[in-house]
C-alpha cells in the first residue's frame, strides 16, 4: 500500500482564498483524521471521521474551517477565507477499527500571506 | 481532558551518547503510551509503544519507560546516530482507538557529529 496520500504538498495563497487540502486513507482503515502542526501548540487534532461520518469536530478553530469525506478514500479539508494564522503544516491520518496505531500523511506546509 | 506534557522542547547531544526525553500525563485512566518519530519533511511515524500493564520495552537501542504511580513515560535512545534526528512526538490515550490520542508538543533532537 501506498500510505496515506496528501496533495498538495506546499500551497502558497494570499489572504482570503479558499484552500482546499486533500487526503487518500489507507485502503480498509475506516478512521481519518485531520491535524494541524504548528512550533507553538504542536499537533492538533481539528477533526476526525469514523466510517465517512464526522464524530468529533471540537478541534476545528472556527467556521473558517469544514471537512468531508464523500467516500472511504478520499477527504478534503477546507479554509474559508484563509488568514495568515492559518499557515501550518496538516496532516491526514488514519487508523483502523480500535486499533489506536496512526499511519501519517506526509503533511500539506500551507503558507498565507 | 488528558493533558501531555512534554520535555525539554530542544536535545542535543553527541553521536554515540544517550538521549532522554520526559513525558508526563494528567489522566490515571490513560493505558497507553505510544512515540512518534518525524523526520525531516515527513509526517510522524510510530516507533516503540508501552501499556500500562508493563514498565519497559525495549527494541533495539530505543526502550520506553513507565511510572504509573508518578503519571511520567520516558524514552531512551541509547548509542545514538545521525538519522536519530528528528522531532519525536509521547502520546497517551485512555484506550479504544486512535481517537482518544493526546500528544505532547515534540522534541527537537539534535545528533551532533
Known amino acids: 500500500d501506498a500510505g496515506v496520500i496528501q496533495s498538495p504538498r506546499h500551497e502558497v495563497t494570499e489572504m482570503g482564498q479558499e484552500v482546499t487540502l486533500r487526503c487518500k486513507p489507507i485502503s480498509g482503515h475506516d478512521y481519518l483524521f485531520w491535524y494541524r502542526q504548528t512550533m507553538m501548540r504542536g499537533l492538533e487534532l481539528l477533526i476526525y471521521?469514523?466510517?465517512?461520518?464526522?464524530?468529533?469536530d471540537s478541534g476545528m478553530p472556527e467556521d473558517r474551517f469544514s471537512a468531508k469525506m464523500p467516500n472511504a478514500s478520499f477527504s478534503t479539508l477546507k479554509i474559508q477565507p484563509s488568514e495568515p494564522r492559518d499557515s501550518a503544516v496538516y496532516f491526514c491520518a488514519s487508523s483502523f477499527l480500535t486499533s489506536e496505531k496512526l499511519f501519517f500523511g506526509s503533511g500539506t506546509q500551507l503558507s498565507v500571506l | 481532558g488528558e493533558n501531555v506534557e512534554q520535555h525539554p522542547s530542544t536535545l542535543s547531544v553527541q553521536e554515540g551518547d544517550s538521549a532522554v526525553i520526559k513525558c508526563t500525563y494528567s489522566d490515571s485512566a490513560s493505558n497507553y503510551f505510544p512515540w512518534y518519530k518525524q523526520e525531516l519533511g515527513k509526517g510522524p511515524q510510530l516507533i516503540i509503544d508501552i501499556r500500562s500493564n508493563v514498565g519497559e520495552k525495549k527494541d533495539q537501542r530505543i526502550a520506553v519507560t513507565l511510572n504509573k504511580t508518578a503519571k511520567h513515560f520516558s524514552l531512551h535512545i541509547t548509542e545514538t546516530q545521525p538519522e536519530d534526528s528528528a522531532v519525536y512526538f509521547c502520546?497517551?490515550?485512555?484506550?479504544?482507538?486512535?481517537?482518544?490520542?493526546?500528544f505532547g508538543k515534540g522534541t527537537h533532537l539534535i545528533i551532533q557529529p
Open positions: 471521521f469514523n466510517n465517512n461520518v464526522p464524530i468529533d
Open positions: 502520546a497517551a490515550s485512555s484506550g479504544g482507538g486512535a481517537d482518544g490520542l493526546t
